[in-house]
């Protein structure tokens, strides 16, 4: 996902962010969140669990009664960040013995109570699915004891909390519609540290939308490890378990998407993932048939060769990946398409590299989200195959896969000269106060001079020039 909002993804961008909320009363949480907007969008109910509570945040750790760090696994460098990190907060309650210090998310689901071990200074282990359970392990905290709970639900979705929005910019707000994933990709630790995967109530989802845009704003993104694998029939009904019947009336996420769509013409529509195996032409058409869902879709490839994705269990192969882009050219010709890119998985061969290549070449990304394989435990991967690229291999593959990406990106933003986008106002540009910025539909960032026009306004801007990454031109309305 770009970076448009303040939201940074760790899992894509090796940033981190810290957040406050506005009331000053009461015991002060420290929350610092990494990995992908699923554990942005969860630190936002943790924010709400705990504001309920009676705590209020503070952006300095050093002066925090309780600091917590949401986590991310997705690759090691993404838990050796966090081991850093817990250097800094140790050493507060080396001033501040009774000062608390959590491990939220999928790390502390990876590591469970030996992350206690591991980390002498720690006080709390929370999985993903534990969060209401957070009073009471800090009250157990408080009392002297570590507190863990790791437990993996099948129904939790936090329907019912409203999140508090962190770090919001007032316009745009992230939506989980499900839970937890049932994939299993043999590279990814995503299904042992979120467990089964779950849809939330539609009307939960729909309701909260609502809300969003009475409040000002103006662009929600639905989230989910597969938003394709989306399906509601009512509580508690899983969905292995549906007749055709049952099937048939449930709510799929084409049909989500539409109701979101409903919510108000001015209200856009993100989502993200998408997954290739899943992604059927009944969402793409509901995307063309409503203007306020934008026409952008992340599709993650992983590799351009059919016996990789078999190895990495994908579910695909490269033709039927080419079909779903086909599809998505065909039914939308002006949809933005991005993707993630793993280079040297287990035994992928030169050939089987190029063959990566040859596909993006064929697709033409207007944006990429590019890694190096990086072993997990406990997945199929590791358990199966040997981790056998050299780091080396991986790195230039991966320079290859990164510069030939620059190349598609500068082409695709270059393609924007000379037209009209309308623009969602999101802030002032990073670079100038005189200036806005905003995103196109196909979530291009879009900057301009500011005149009279604020954020949340839409406008129709002429693109003039433009960076590798980004449209600069003037509001022509
Ligand atoms: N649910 C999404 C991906 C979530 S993880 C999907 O299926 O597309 C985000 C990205 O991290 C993945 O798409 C993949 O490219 C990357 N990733 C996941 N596990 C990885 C690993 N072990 N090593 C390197 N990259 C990994
Ligand atoms: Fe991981 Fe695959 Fe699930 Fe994505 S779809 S979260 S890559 S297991
Ligand atoms: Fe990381 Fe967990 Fe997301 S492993 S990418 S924070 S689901």
Known sequence: MHTGNKVIDESKQGEALMVETKNEQGKKLFLESYGCQMNFSDSEIVASILTDKGYTTTKNFEEADVIFVNTCAIRENAESR???????FKKVKQKNPHAVIGVLGCMAERLKSQFLDQEKLLDIVVGPDAYRDLPNLLEQADSGQKAVNVILSKEETYADITPVRLDSNGI?????????????????????????????????????????????????????????????????????????????????????????????????????TSHPKDMTDEVLY????????????????????SRVLDIMNRGYTREWYLNRIAAIKRIMPDCGISTDVITGFCSETEEEHQETMSLMRLVQYDFAY??????RPKTLAERKFKDDIPEEVKKRRLQE????????????T?????????????????????QL?????????????????????YVNVLVERCTMTTLIGRVVD
């Not at 590019?370 to 072993?375: D, G, N, T, V």
């Not at 196909?442 to 949340?456: A, R, T």
Request: net charge positive; hydrophobic share 35%; proline share 2%.
């Open 370 to 375: 590019m890694f190096m394989y990086s072993e």
């Open 172 to 272: 745009s707000a992230f939506i989980s519609i499900t839970r937890g994933c049932d994939n299993m990709c043999s590279f990814c630790v995503v299904p042992f540290t979120r467990g089964r995967e779950r849809s939330r109530d539609p009307e939960s989802i729909v309701a909260e939308a609502k809300d969003l845009f009475n409040r000002g704003y103006r662009e929600v993104t639905l989230l989910g490890q597969n938003v394709d694998s989306y399906l509601w029939a009512g509580g508690g009904l899983k969905k292995e378990v549906l007749t055709e019947e049952q099937k048939a009336k449930a709510v799929s996420f084409s049909k989500l998407l539409e109701m979101v769509a409903l919510v108000n013409p001015d209200l856009r529509v993100r989502f993200s």
């Open 82 to 88: 966090v081991r850093q990190r817990l250097q800094d």
């Open 437 to 457: 910025s905003g995103r196109n539909t196909q979530n291009i960032i879009v900057v301009f001079d500011k005149g009279n026009h604020k954020k949340g306004d």
């Open 414 to 434: 270059k393609a924007g000269i000379g037209k009209i986008h309308r623009v969602l106002v999101e802030g002032v540009s990073k670079k100038s106060t005189e």
């Open 401 to 412: 896969v990164v510069s030939l990406q620059h190349e598609h990106s500068a082409i695709k």
């Open 286 to 305: 509901v995307m063309a048939k409503y203007e306020n869902i934008c026409k952008y879709v992340h599709l993650p490839v992983q590799s351009g060769s």
